[in-house]
């Protein structure tokens, strides 16, 4: 019934899911398996920890593997492309792979830096709170560490990039001590989001 009344929402989504899954999977899959066809010595490709998906609570690492219980289109489509990508390099081939958490910093633009430029202008209204964990990513050691990867001596693989795991509680309070600011319609628990 809701489609029927909400027929551009649908239609939108549907556009939405088109796009995430020809650049997430169809691009990068085709992106590697030319740089695979054209013996390129090293094919470096990025993704996401949204690929290895909620592990809930426990720290993962490049061997983990995703519980296929998917929160959005977008970490499908990461973990098609991950999966693919595992692969090509069970098949041997010369791919670096990196899975930067969530990715922070100056000039770093995105649906996490606007939240985080919300909260601190005051625009958002409230934050969501609660003991799940993320790991962030600051954009200048990504930076360094995919230099440092395209090193010819570096092998293959992939490569986890990420801080020490924070809960979004403690990322809060870290943020609104650093920015003076408090959300003025308060806090609301992740059990309670919805």
């Not at 796009?19 to 996401?48: H, Q, W």
């Not at 929160?71 to 930067?100: H, N, W």
């Not at 209204?125 to 609660?130: A, C, R, S």
Request: aromatic letters at 10%.
């Amino acid at each position: 019934l809701n489609d029927r009344l909400h027929p551009n929402r649908v239609r939108e989504e549907q556009r939405l899911q088109r796009l995430l899954r020809a650049v997430n999977y169809d691009g990068a899959m085709n992106f590697l398996e030319t740089a695979i066809a054209m013996d390129v010595p090293k094919v470096l490709t990025l993704s996401s920890v949204f690929a290895i998906g909620d592990q809930r609570g426990a720290l993962a690492d490049e061997r983990t593997e995703h519980r296929r219980s998917f929160r959005s289109y977008y970490e499908k489509t990461m973990y098609d492309a991950l999966f693919k990508t595992r692969v090509k390099l069970d098949e041997g081939a010369q791919v670096a792979c990196v899975i930067p958490g969530v990715v922070v910093g100056p000039r770093k633009d995105g649906p996490f830096a606007r939240v985080i430029e919300g909260f601190v202008t005051g625009e958002l209204p409230y934050v969501i709170e609660g003991n799940s964990q993320m790991t962030f990513t600051y954009i200048d050691d990504l930076v360094r560490g995919i230099f440092q990867i395209l090193d010819q001596r570096a092998p293959s693989g992939q490569y986890i990039f990420g801080n020490d795991p924070v809960t979004w509680t403690e990322f809060w309070q870290k943020l609104g001590k650093v920015s003076g600011v408090t959300p003025r319609e308060g806090r609301i628990s992740e059990g309670a989001a919805k």
